[in-house]
């Protein structure tokens, strides 16, 4: 009887060390990815380049299946507008 309480207390234990290190874990990834002070004020930047460069490869006949729906011109003028209008706002 002894040796089934220990083991039962031990895998309990066990249990709860883990529960402790996976809350420990994803408390630390959360701050991570709510704390990207790296990239504020260049999010905007990145969208814009990427829909740009989205562009420039839909007009040399590059297919990119998540712009599909849109046309090369359209996304490179929307591009170029949020660029400009964000650099316009920033100054």
């Known amino acids: 009887m002894r040796d089934t ?4 207390f031990a895998a ?3 249990r709860r060390h883990q529960d ?3 809350t420990l874990f994803t408390l630390q990834l959360r701050r991570l990815l709510m704390s990207f002070a790296l990239l504020d004020g ?3 930047y990145i969208v814009a380049a990427a829909m740009v460069l989205a ?7 590059v ?3 998540s712009f599909n729906g849109h046309g090369a011109g359209q996304l490179l003028l929307e591009g170029l507008a949020i660029l400009f209008l964000r650099k316009g706002m920033k100054g």
Request: proline fraction near 4%.
């Open 5 to 8: 309480l220990l083991a039962a």
């Open 12 to 14: 309990r234990f066990r």
């Open 20 to 22: 402790w290190r996976l």
């Open 42 to 44: 260049f999010k905007t």
């Open 55 to 61: 562009a420039l490869a839909q007009l040399l006949g």
């Open 63 to 65: 297919d990119l299946p």
